[in-house]
């Protein structure tokens, strides 16, 4: 099992920057892809990137260089550095991993942005 912990989220002005961490825990060897996604009051949960074991990623078109995904496996930790935040952005932040067929989530941290 593998457990995540979110860390980072917090209020911002219009255009300024965060970076969220994800620290997981337990059987991670078999990571194949990690990632995040965010959730808006009265939205549905949609997909910011991806990041796969091979390096690929995939950004949601709204977020393409503003944000950017990595992982430091040293620290098995997986971040997302935002830039030029937007009132838009404004959202909970949840960390995603995939194991086989099985998906883990962090406990979401929340981004606000003021414009």
């Known amino acids: 099992q593998v457990q995540l912990v979110e860390s980072g989220g917090g209020l911002v002005q219009d255009g300024g920057s965060l970076r969220l961490s994800c620290a997981a825990s337990g059987n991670t060897v078999s990571i194949a892809t990690m990632g995040w996604y965010r959730q808006a009051p009265g939205k549905q949960r949609e997909l910011v990137a991806l990041?796969?074991?091979?390096?690929?990623?995939n950004y949601a078109e709204s977020v393409k260089g503003r944000f950017t995904i990595s992982r430091d496996n040293a620290k098995n930790t997986e971040y997302l550095q935002m830039n030029s935040l937007q009132p838009e952005d404004t959202a909970v932040y949840y960390c995603y991993v995939r194991i086989l067929l099985n998906n883990y989530w962090g406990q979401g941290t929340q981004v606000t942005v003021s414009s």
């Open positions: 990041l796969t074991s091979g390096g690929d990623t």
